[in-house]
Nanobody
Framework: QVQLVESGGGLVQPGGSLRLSCAAS????????MGWYRQAPGKQRELVSV???????NYADSVKGRFTIPRDNAKNTVYLQMNSLKPEDTAVYYC?????????????????WGQGTLVTVSS
């Protein structure tokens, strides 16, 4: 019903930058929230950043001042601009979308996760 396509992960040196993108498609009436979570080896998945439909953003303390989360509502796409990357940012990054979808019986909210994209920060 909702598909997410992530891209942009890879290997980067400490202090470098990467930009992730996540495009949502499907039977979407509207999107409430879009964001990014990450999971490092041996750790639980944690919130990185989320942005509401109204543009209100929330960031993990560990990424404040380094990451931003632009959102293109017309394209149902969210980005994660990561600057000044550190080795501790190494993780699989997952896109998250909460969307209002159209079904045969009406509308309902649906939470969807992307497949994950690996970001490795290493020299």
């Amino acid at each position: 019903q909702v598909q997410l396509v992530e891209s942009g992960g890879g290997l980067v040196q400490p202090g470098g930058s990467l930009r992730l993108s996540c495009a949502a498609s499907g039977s979407i009436f509207s999107i409430n929230a879009m964001g990014w979570y990450r999971q490092a080896p041996g750790k639980q998945r944690e919130l990185v950043s989320v942005v509401s439909s109204g543009g209100i953003t929330n960031y993990a303390d560990s990424v404040k001042g380094r990451f931003t989360i632009p959102r293109d509502n017309a394209k149902n796409t969210v980005y994660l601009q990561m600057n000044s990357l550190k080795p501790e940012d190494t993780a699989v990054y997952y896109c998250y979308v909460k969307a209002l979808i159209v079904t045969m019986t009406g509308q309902r909210y649906l939470e969807v996760w992307g497949q994950g994209t690996l970001v490795t920060v290493s020299s």
